[in-house]
């Protein structure tokens, strides 16, 4: 019992904050600015945290690794829009 709440005390916490921006790259377009919206719980104690983001220009969430997001240093208003994917394929 002891030693199992010692290595939950040892575990690395999430580098990003609820709220904090976050520079993202989505695949296929440009580097933009994201929101951390929530911490996901750990599902696997081997790999990297997952976090929820989003942007102000998607009309939707990310679920990303916290290895593939970066802290923001830039101004807000030196981002470009991020754009939607275009997908293949038949749209209904």
């Known amino acids: 019992m002891l030693l199992r709440r010692v290595n939950r005390d040892l575990k690395m916490a999430h580098r990003f904050k609820v709220g904090q921006l ?3 790259k989505p695949i296929g377009a440009k580097v933009g600015l994201f ?3 929530r911490h ?3 599902q696997f104690p081997a790999t990297d945290w997952e976090y929820r983001i989003k942007s102000d220009q998607e009309g ?3 679920t990303v690794l ?3 997001l ?3 240093i830039v101004p807000e208003t030196s981002y470009d829009e ?3 994917l275009r997908r ?3 749209h209904h």
Do not use: D, H, I, M
Request: proline share 8%.
């Open 22 to 24: 976050v520079v993202y």
């Open 35 to 37: 929101k951390v919206l």
């Open 40 to 42: 996901l719980p750990e």
């Open 60 to 62: 939707f969430e990310r």
């Open 66 to 68: 916290e290895c593939a």
């Open 70 to 72: 970066s802290p923001s």
């Open 82 to 84: 991020v754009k939607a």
């Open 88 to 90: 293949a394929g038949r």
